[in-house]
């Protein structure tokens, strides 16, 4: 897979029509939900699978309007960025949920392990495949990894937690392997836990992520954030977590650098990857201007090489109004192709 240089991409979401979602319910959750919240859909049961197809390719052209390079199906079917897989597992039950501790300090429901965790079937492989049927540009597609759904479960089944997280690993890599038969150029893993929980993901998150892209042959990526705008306010200027990635089997690596203002001087400890630095900010509600993407893309190239540099968003845009998310989308576009004059 060859990508240009300063390549644009966004992270996974997109916001859904809100003839397809009911926005008012699901802000009003405040966190991302970790189990199912099927009230948000505004579509009955029976059409919603063709409903969310054609969301789905709405959010496509979007991008492809903006000039994004690398595309995502939005995650327009997902409730939340995790939700969907960590809940289609066997061996997970959600009625009645288990409860833990989000970032924020809030007790949130999550699912209950209750026996093995094993894949009994492709959960988002048709996504994948309508993706690739959808668009000639590259495409990436997001799953949950198994360090953060270890963290968003109730464990009543393992002996520890890090046992847990491996028969997860083991579940998703089934699946990458599937998502890049369908069609992929890039499979993400999301997992924004292990700055949350640092201490535990020194012990074995580097070891289950390596487990989920054993013997995965595509191009494969890693995001961690500080957590969505909406729901998390007060973000750090530093990562708890991020030069162990290094050690990872993965590709690229997803930073959130914009509205918390990172000291991109972080980027020097991850020096054999390619870093999808974040250079427009959820918090904002405001689109920045070209010129201040073109200003975030010249401080990361104070550190790293153009050649291993990906512009992108700082999280999901999942929060954002449409509108908000294609002017936000359209001027990193534009501010990429600055920097990309200057250095031609």
């Known amino acids: 897979m060859e990508l240009k240089i300063l390549p644009t991409t966004v992270v996974g979401s997109y916001p859904q029509p809100e003839w397809l979602i009911d926005r008012e319910k699901f802000m009003a959750e405040g966190t991302p939900p970790r189990i199912r919240l099927r009230e948000i859909w505004r579509v009955p049961e029976s059409f919603l699978e063709q409903a969310q197809d054609d969301a789905t390719t709405l959010a496509v052209r979007e991008m492809e309007r903006a000039g994004i390079d690398v595309v995502s199906d939005g995650e327009i079917r997902r409730e939340s960025y995790s939700n969907r897989y960590a809940t289609a597992l066997d061996g997970v039950e959600i009625d009645p949920p288990g409860e833990t501790v989000n970032r924020s300090g809030r007790k949130i429901p999550v699912p209950r392990v209750t026996g ?10 048709r996504d994948v495949a309508f993706l690739r049927a959808q668009t000639d540009r590259l495409i ?31 579940a998703v890599n089934e699946e990458v392997k599937e998502m890049f038969a369908a069609g992929a150029d890039i499979v993400q893993l999301d997992e924004p836990w292990m700055q949350a929980r640092p201490e535990s993901a020194r012990k074995f998150a580097v070891k289950a ?33 991020l030069p162990e990635l290094e050690a990872t089997a993965a590709d690229h690596i997803s930073i959130e650098a914009a509205q918390p203002g990172l000291p991109l001087s972080i980027l020097k400890k991850l020096p054999s990857k390619k870093i999808m630095v974040g250079v427009i900010s959820m918090g904002d509600e405001t689109p920045e201007t070209p010129e201040t993407v073109a200003g975030r893309i010249r401080e990361a190239l104070r550190y790293i090489s153009p050649e291993r540099l990906i512009v992108a968003p700082d999280c999901g845009m999942k929060y954002l109004l449409r509108d908000l998310a294609f002017q936000k989308l359209r001027a990193m576009v534009e501010g990429a192709e600055i920097v990309r004059r200057e250095i031609s």
């Open 116 to 125: 093995p965790i094993r894949r009994g079937r492709p959960v988002q492989v």
């Open 140 to 170: 990436k597609a997001t799953v949950p990894g198994p360090f953060t759904m270890s963290v968003q479960a109730q464990n009543e089944h393992y002996a520890s937690d890090e046992e847990m997280a491996m028969d997860y690993a083991a």
């Open 209 to 241: 992520i390596n487990r989920a892209l054993e013997g995965v042959s595509g191009t494969t990526a890693i995001h961690m954030c500080f957590g969505y705008a909406h729901s998390v306010k007060n973000k750090p200027s530093g990562y708890s977590f």
